[in-house]
């Protein structure tokens, strides 16, 4: 049973509720309702030890395996299906995905320079569970591991090459480039400048603004007025208590699906670069089976994981992969071109908030197949990651101030972006410059970052820390993500039973191989895009829940 919602202003409280979530520390303004986190709740054995909240988790759970039945045994026939929903969403619903981000951006610096950012996330005397060094290197990880994996090397050289070819335009006047913006026809310099701004773009101030705004809303809700740590609680300042009914049943229900299918894309694009890896090594075949066998494989690694527990699992695959990650980064920085990455740091990040109000442009555009199939897709793909990574923050930034919190989540991961797309994608730029290296340019998507690697010294064992450092943030993901979702399908608690989880993580395996095998990559960005779309109004929504929710707070 969770515990009761404390008194206002109640410092005295039990610092812990029976539910796992810790109570108010100082003056905060807790909200009255009778609801007790858990109460709508199965529990009990049934083979298995369950405690779930019945009408999400089983309405998420056969909707999943459904989804899998159907897109398995109609292979053929939802392959063109899934293209042709990602075309139709990301043709038609581009200014939206953009302009939403646009408001998650001003939302989050408004509360940086107003007044409300001096309230304290746990109450007014709540003090940080973490420093600052331990913080920043957890806001970090938790939200790009797999895709600057697969990004860091294809998607500056990506840029920069369509903006070097220049704009070219059909017969029906509209243009058929990838470029971004007006392009750079024929000019190596503003092309790597416009390149990389095109990447820091998708990677910097616009989805930590995302991932900000559901953290600061579960954060707020959960620690300063004592409800549950799932998304419904964020829509109690507009619902009232009809938000434990019906509307809330639905809210974490979208939450749940843009969660397992956000994971899904980036299992899958993981499972893509492994493969393409392991080929290019060992000359392991590259087909479905390999993709199927390595999903399974570290699908299993996974469970292991979650069985070992938060602290013996995820922590210590994260702290490993960081070390690896910060290490490759650091050798490639090294062996590379050095200077011009020390440079390029400082003129990239100039590049990009030059370009970044025509970047963030949401109508009239001309450059359709950037904003849509680049631009609509990650702001999509963002909003789906949203519910699993604004949790894990919320979790580990109790005791900031607004400001603080803020601050620290839009500025610091988007410095080390910037950092790491100048390292792997300059780097790679410089070689084609430079050295009139065409591999990289030449190579497909998962293959680039092999192939720059294959132009520095110790190929073979950097490569091998790429796919390793694949496979671990493969496994950390699926992990976490499967914590993620049991506690929204637990009805917020947050220390389930362990088999629930185990479900999801097999769940989340099983939906990424039959994204694989029903369309590949363009099936992992439709159900990405799809799921996002329903959640992107749920956040836009959420951001008046915020105001509301931050204006009761005393400061």
Known sequence: MAREPLNEHDSNADPVGNDGI??????????????VIGQDNISGSFVLNLDIHGKVFIISALSVVL??????????????????????????????????????????????????????????????????????????????GIGLMFYGVSEPMSHFSSSLGGVSVGE??????????????????AAARLGMAATIFHWGLHPWAIYAVVALALALF????????????IFYPILGERVW?????????LAV???????????????????????????????????????????????????????????????????????????????????????????????????????????????????????????AWWISWSPFVGMF??????????????????????????????????????????????????AALELKLFAMLGELPLTAITSFVGIVLVIVFFVTSSDSGS??????????KVNAPVPQRVFWVISEGVVAIALLLGGGLAALQAMSVSTGLPFTIVLLVGCIAIIKGLMSEPR
């Open 67 to 144: 989804f899998v039945v159907l897109t398995l045994a109609l292979q053929t026939e939802v392959a063109p299906l899934f293209t042709a929903l990602r075309n139709w969403l990301t043709g038609n619903l581009a200014w939206f995905f953009i302009g939403a981000a646009n408001i998650f951006v001003v939302l989050c610096l408004g509360l940086i320079v107003s007044p409300l950012g001096k309230v304290r996330l746990g109450g007014m005397e709540a003090k940080p569970d973490y420093g600052y060094l331990g913080w920043f290197s957890m806001l970090f990880a938790a939200g790009m």
């Open 172 to 189: 029906d006047g509209l243009r058929t480039d990838w470029a971004p913006l007006g392009a750079a026809a024929g000019d190596t310099e």
């Open 22 to 35: 810790p109570a108010p520390t100082g003056d905060a303004n807790l909200i009255d309702t009778d609801y």
């Open 393 to 442: 923050i919320a979790r580990v930034s109790r005791g900031r101030t607004v400001r603080e919190f803020l601050i620290a989540v839009l500025l610091v991961p988007s410095l080390v972006s910037v950092l790491w797309m100048t390292a792997f994608g300059g780097t790679a730029i410089g070689q084609f410059v430079a050295d009139g290296f065409t591999g990289v340019q030449d």
């Open 483 to 492: 914590l993620v979702i049991d506690t929204i399908t637990a009805g917020g």
């Open 257 to 379: 699906f843009a969660t397992l299918f956000g994971l899904a894309t980036s299992l899958g694009f993981g499972a893509e670069q492994a493969t393409a890896g392991l080929h290019y090594l060992f000359d392991v075949g590259s087909g479905n089976v390999t993709k199927v066998l390595l999903i399974t494989g570290i699908t299993g690694l996974a469970l292991l994981s979650v069985v070992a527990g938060l602290d013996k699992g995820v922590k210590r695959l994260s702290e490993i992969n960081m070390v690896l990650a910060i290490v490759l980064m650091g050798f490639v920085i090294i062996v590379g071109p050095t200077l011009a990455i020390a440079t390029g740091f400082f003129d990239n990040l100039l590049a990009y908030l030059a370009n970044l109000p025509a970047l963030s442009n949401p109508v009239g555009r001309e450059d359709a197949n950037f904003t849509q199939g680049w631009t609509a897709f990650y702001w």
């Open 245 to 253: 009914g019906w509307p809330g049943h639905v809210i974490d229900t």
């Open 222 to 233: 959960s620690f300063n007025k004592g409800l549950p740590l799932t998304i419904r609680s």
